[in-house]
């Protein structure tokens, strides 16, 4: 298996449906951030864990919002189109095996949870502790690779515990024969918080008494997180709205008001913003309530984007995260970098280098007599599959002199049922014909002289009298529509919605009974109609 190691990183980050990827590369000692991408993910990946993989065509072409190297808009509403196949359009843009995958996950695939001590533990031991003092409070107990943990600027063990987060490695393993017939490179998963606080150590200078704050707006989510000078110093809660609620702005300030008198903090010295801040002019918002504060979008001055537009790199802070997290899978050992990894063990292994023992040998001798025998029966196989074959072709064209049979046999039942239709329909119109016409006319000349109501079903009764049914805007109109026939009886009239922004409509249903056989003469047809109109 090749190293983990790479000069080029893929990153990425879900927020809801939106699923933002940052591609970083190193050239020459330095970082460069050589794409942008933001993408609509057809479902949440936290609503589904994939396990059989989805059918996709080899390579098929899924462009997203490239804000990088281009790329049209992701559109999630074409049949067909899952998450397997938007990150198969994210990724099969790159050459197979060049790059590394890593992915940062945010609650709640993940908690944290502080102790005021490591117990003078470290490593394996120190998770093992931390699972077995979770296992008191909790119902569930993490496994070692679960758990990993940092300390904070007083010195307190701050653990970070993944519950979930596997989705996109689900995903990825259903992907992974059109990129190169197994997982990407993974060497990374981290938390979305650790990767804020990673961005904003590496490229900003802190004082060792200033209080920052880091405040995160996503699309589902706003987080604000507290440094003392350069180190952590307390995650708030996380708020459960995004930019896109019409409050979002005084929630935030609220919440950084009462987490600053929670922890008896005189003052902020510094905010940075991150996310969707700008989409809302929240830096705006923000020195109207801070005026002597310095407020900052969250940056990455020591990345090289100068392979960016310049409207792409004023959206840099929206993509602070996945930046964070490519960066860090680039250069673990950066200084500014928190160490911590949340990376289940089997996916670690399997990235590992094989190593032959004893029974990697034994394993050879078994592959290389198997080898033998496969090759001997592949011939006497083969045969018998080119037999059947030839059985197989037959039995297609059988199958579809058949199937044409079917569609001309299919052809004349529905001809057939046509005329059927047709000859009820006659059956049904030619009793009485004449009295339909005149009730149709007679309703229809009703509607236009009293206006403001409409039918919407008339049908026979048994005994040869109708019924008919429809609303009206005032109940003043219906005596009127009703007296268009003689002899009628009002059943019903009720009051009904028919959306909400529009007035109450009456519903009415009356009958009538059989209408007299038709006059002869023109006369009388005159004087019904003329007594309908009156």
């Known amino acids: ?25 190193s050239k020459k000692g330095s970082i460069v951030l050589d794409e942008l991408e933001s993408v609509t993910l ?11 993989s989805t059918t996709l065509e080899p390579q098929q072409e899924q462009a997203g919002d490239g804000f990088g190297i281009g790329g049209a808009e992701f559109q999630t509403d074409l049949p067909g189109v899952d998450n397997n196949s938007v990150f198969l359009g994210v990724l099969s843009k790159h050459p197979v095996g060049k790059y590394v995958v890593s992915y940062a996950i945010s609650e709640p695939s993940l908690y944290y949870h502080t102790f005021e001590t490591d117990f003078g533990l470290q490593g394996k031991k120190l998770r093992k502790r931390v699972a077995d003092e979770l296992s008191a409070i909790r119902n569930e107990v993490p496994s070692g690779d679960a758990i990993d943990f940092f300390y904070s600027t007083d010195n307190n063990l701050i653990c970070l515990i993944r519950e979930d987060g596997l989705s996109i490695i689900d995903v990825l393993e259903n992907i992974k024969q059109y990129t190169g017939k197994r997982l990407p490179r993974i060497p990374l998963v981290d938390s979305s918080d650790i990767a804020l606080l990673n961005l904003a150590r590496a490229n900003f200078g802190f004082a060792p008494e200033d209080v920052s704050v880091i405040i995160y707006i996503g699309n589902e989510f ?11 110093l307390h995650f708030a809660p996380v708020i459960g709205e995004g930019y896109d609620s019409s409050n979002i702005q005084n929630i935030t300030l609220n919440r950084l008001m009462l987490e600053l008198d929670n922890l008896a903090l005189p003052r902020v010295d510094r905010i940075l913003l991150a996310g969707e801040c700008k ?17 900052q979008f969250l940056s990455a001055p020591y990345v090289d984007s100068t392979q960016l537009s310049a409207e792409v ?9 996945p930046i964070a997290t490519a960066w860090k899978a680039l250069d673990a050992k950066h200084p500014a970098f928190y160490q911590t990894n949340l990376l289940p063990d089997s996916i670690k292994d399997a990235q590992r280098s094989f190593k032959l023992g004893w029974h990697g040998y034994l394993l050879l001798v078994v592959i290389f007599l198997s080898t033998l025998f496969f090759t001997y029966r592949f011939g006497t196989v083969k045969n018998e599959i080119s037999g059947q ?19 001309i046999i ?19 119109l030619v009793p009485g014909y004449d009295r339909w016409t ?29 019924e008919v049914s429809g609303y009206a805007l005032y109940r003043s109109r219906i005596p009127s529509i009703s007296a268009l026939f003689d002899n009628t009886t009002l059943r019903q009239v009720i009051i009904e919605p028919i959306r909400e922004d529009a007035p109450h409509v009456y519903k009415f249903n009356f009958t009538a009974p059989p209408p007299p056989p038709p006059m002869k003469d023109s006369t009388g047809v005159l004087k019904d109609s003329t007594t309908v109109q009156q």
């Open 389 to 407: 074959e030839n059985t197989m072709r037959r039995m297609q064209l059988q199958l579809a002199e058949v199937d044409r049979l079917k569609a």
């Open 42 to 52: 057809a479902t949440r990946l936290d609503d589904q864990r994939t396990t059989d």
């Open 313 to 321: 790199q004023e959206r840099i802070p929206e993509f602070a995260v």
């Open 279 to 295: 989409k809302i002019q929240f830096d705006e918002f923000i020195r109207d309530h801070f005026a002597e504060i310095d407020v």
């Open 410 to 428: 299919k052809g004349i039942d529905d001809e057939i049922g046509r005329f059927k239709v047709a000859m009820n329909v006659y059956d049904s």
């Open 1 to 25: 298996m090749a190293s983990l190691k790479s000069n080029t990183a893929i990153s990425f980050f879900v927020d809801g449906l939106e699923l933002k990827v940052a591609k970083l590369s």
């Open 222 to 232: 706003t987080r604000l997180i507290f440094l003392k000078g350069s180190d952590f």
């Open 438 to 466: 005149k009730t149709i006319e007679t309703m229809a000349n009703g509607v236009e002289d009293i206006r403001s109501l409409w039918f919407t079903d008339v049908g026979s009764m048994p005994d040869g009298g109708i």
